[in-house]
């Protein structure tokens, strides 16, 4: 099968580095992540960005069987609708993301609450764009998304769990799964399955997450899960300019490789092969539309 990792983030070196033209840039950054995918035996990933998205639009141009991207949205554009639909014909665009659950203390959720997002989520509703919902640690607030705009492709993100490094994870750490379970009975509500490893007590294969992605597949069914490693985020290594986030210096609780996040999934014994061909690209390449993949 060809395996498509549903995100991963800009794998910058530890450099301050710019390159004229800009071109040779993306092209040195984009051999940088194929050897990544390469190196694990991933055939294609889905790059979220982080601020600029020339880089991400680049690969997703030159190499469309290889890449695609997921910018953010933000309700604060000037015009929201105009944004949307541009993004519905962006070569290599598959969605948007809307980041509600970070900063953590709230903010984006308090001007959820009033409103201020529902722009965002009827023009995706109107143009049928995929949108990413980072709305973690806050998932009973997806249900009022998914049932106010039926219509809208919602994908959420990192299981909607609090996990490492960037967070810490809630006790224990499936304390909040009911609620992403609830959000099944929704048929436009769509996972994007990562981060379990990073919940786990365990080393690899992270014996005591096994029945918690078996209740999540039994919930959703494997059509409607995409596998995202994520691999990025675990390893504090995201962009260019020597970003190194402290929580991820050393050691620290559910760090894991790129490998183990892949063969969690690949190798496990409560998934049957047909499950395993849907969440590792299957379901992606359906839900959000990648037909060169």
């Known amino acids: ?62 190499l469309p069987d290889r890449f695609a991207y997921v910018p953010h949205i933000s309700p604060d554009e000037s015009d929201v609708d105009g944004a949307v639909r541009a993004a519905k014909h962006s070569p ?26 529902d722009p965002v989520f009827a023009a995706c509703e109107r143009h049928q764009v995929p949108l990413f919902l980072f709305i973690t640690g806050w998932l009973p607030q997806a249900t009022g998304i998914a049932s106010r705009f039926p219509r809208l492709k919602l994908v959420v993100d990192h299981l909607g769990l ?15 799964l009911p609620h992403l379970l609830e959000l099944s009975k929704f048929p436009n509500v769509y996972v994007k399955l990562c981060g379990l490893p ?18 999540i597949v039994n919930a959703f069914g494997a059509e409607r899960l995409m596998w995202a490693s994520d691999t990025t985020r675990f390893a504090g290594r995201i962009g260019i300019g020597g970003y190194q986030n402290p929580h ?46």
């Open 1 to 62: 099968m060809k395996i498509i990792d549903a995100q991963i983030h800009g794998v910058g070196p530890w450099a301050t580095w710019t390159a004229e033209p800009v071109e040779l840039q993306h092209r040195v950054l984009t051999e940088l992540v194929i050897a990544y995918l390469d190196a694990v035996g991933v055939h294609g990933a889905v790059l979220f960005p982080g601020g600029d998205a020339a880089e991400a639009a680049w690969a997703a141009e030159h």
């Open 92 to 117: 290599g665009l598959l969605g948007l993301r809307a980041l509600i659950g970070w900063p953590l203390d709230g903010t984006e959720v308090r001007r959820l609450e009033s409103g201020v997002w």
């Open 162 to 176: 609090r996990q490492p490094p960037l967070d810490k994870a809630e006790e224990p750490p499936f304390k909040s």
């Open 198 to 215: 990073a919940l786990s007590r365990e080393p690899y294969p992270y014996t005591d997450v096994k029945p918690h992605l078996r209740s």
């Open 248 to 293: 991820t210096v050393g050691d620290y609780p559910g760090k894991h490789t790129y490998a183990e996040s892949l063969h969690f999934i690949r190798d496990s014994d409560v998934l049957s092969a047909s499950e395993k061909e849907e969440i590792l690209g299957g379901a992606a390449r359906k839900i959000l539309g990648w037909r060169q993949a």
